[in-house]
């Protein structure tokens, strides 16, 4: 029955405990099809296969390089490096040019352009404030010359194992607009709201640095970037197509950016952008940033475009392929919906109202073909060095990633064209890429990140974490049919 079935997920889960360091066993594909699918892109090694013992093989290869080739002993210039862009028109909030890293990997065809998040501001007075405290966010004149990259932006086969060889582009967020707005700075205004030109201006610089050659370009991005691949990425694949360059299959994957516009947990004014509700603080912004959203979102949501800022809208009017990544329990939401977790404990109400949060978020997702979700109170994962490790399922990440390259791969091998090919492709057998936690509360999933408390910086366990969140042992055990002192025992155990 559905019981005994949650019954021993839970007891898998609380016997587990944390398993931040474990790496996923992915299952093999026969040889002669990997061949044949990664022929098409234009890297000899993949090294999913190895992300089991990653560690051990790594060395291995790196000795023989430097046995090889001595001057391999030096370090390599790894990091990416700022160019600004060449058309000075294009700027953050305060006039200063917009920009980009990058780091150029010559023998691939690949193209990963991350779109940096940091919230928003939406009027003169939240703009200025944010221009007081955060002002890099709205300005480029004190970023550094270089970045390294981490997560999915490194250069490192052991963090990396799919994406480690791509041509790298970082585009800092400084248009503080959800990267909709077109609106440069004159006289009567304050500042420059052009995210999305400078989406636009970066892919135009790319190209002649060997972006028109490309087979894939990924458009991706955590939090508001997030929310920026969702509102850019059919404007960069019409961009490409109408310059002639439909060789290039334009991709998305939005990180921690998949908000809900649901009722706050209290009712706040709207005064700044975190005690602003979800939908108030985008209504007003859209307006002041002149935001551009997708064309068919937008004429789905006439005279109310900001319905196109939130993903359960979007995403079904987008031509293009997006993968989703979303905690189901996701910091930034919780906040502009006034739950604010590890200050004091959570009563009734706050858990409730989080559970709740959890399914609505899970039943937004049902139709996304491409997704990873896991049951987690967190914020962002592409970038985060630990990226590898957390599992839904039995699924990494980056492992999910790689099935739903195959799955693009092989559906363009069947249409023979790059047009739509968002909606389902068959996955392939032990490749999964639809993947939801279907655990009910935070940090039920055994290989989420490390909590810690807000005020103390302190690691919380599983177990003190749940009690600050007001879990009742009694309630829950009778929810799941088990024996209290068997359910605190397995909280015990697996931490």
Known sequence: SEGTM?????????????????????????????????????????????????????????????????????????????????????????????????????????????????????NRQTCDSRYGTMRRLMSSTKWPQTRTGTGILSPQPEENPHWWNANMVFIPYCSSDVWSGVTPKTDHSDYAFMGSLIIKEVVNELLTKGLDNAKVLLLAGSSAGGTGVLVNVDHVAEQLQSQGYQGVQVRGLADSGWFLDNKQFKFTDCLDTISCAPTEGIKKGIRYWGGLVPESCRQAHVGEEWNCFFGYKVYPTLKSPVFVVQWLFDEAQLAVDNIHLTEHPVHEGQWRYIQNLGQELRSTLRDVPAMFA??????????????????????????????????????????????????????????????????????????????????????????????????????????????????LGMLNNGN
């Open 6 to 122: 949650e019954n021993r997920n839970l007891r898998s889960f609380l016997a587990g405990g944390r398993a931040q360091t474990r790496r996923v066993q992915p299952q093999q594909q026969p040889p002669a099809h990997r061949e044949r699918v990664e022929g098409a892109e234009s890297f000899p090694l993949d090294f999913t296969a190895v992300e089991g013992n990653m560690d051990n093989f790594m060395v291995q290869i790196k000795n023989l390089a430097q046995s090889l080739y001595p001057c391999s002993a030096q370090k390599l210039d790894q990091d990416m490096k700022l160019h600004f862009l060449k058309n000075v028109s294009v700027t953050c909030n305060d006039g200063s040019p917009a920009g980009y890293y990058i780091k150029e990997s010559k023998g691939s065809k690949r193209w990963l352009l991350f779109l940096e998040g940091g919230w928003y501001c939406f």
């Open 374 to 487: 896991p049951a987690c109170l967190s914020h962002e994962l592409i970038t985060r060095t630990y990226w590898m490790d957390i599992q839904v399922k039995g699924t990494s990440l980056p492992r999910a990633l790689h099935c739903w390259d195959r799955s693009l791969q092989d559906s363009n091998h069947t249409n023979g064209s790059h047009s739509n090919q968002k909606h389902k492709t068959p996955p392939i057998r032990g490749c999964p890429l639809h993947l939801i936690d279907s655990c009910p509360w935070p940090h039920c999933n055994p290989s989420c990140p490390t909590i810690r408390d807000q005020l103390t910086g302190q690691e919380m366990s599983v177990i003190q974490f749940l009690k600050h969140m007001g879990f009742d042992v009694q309630k829950m055990a009778k929810q799941q049919g088990m024996d209290p002192r068997t359910l």
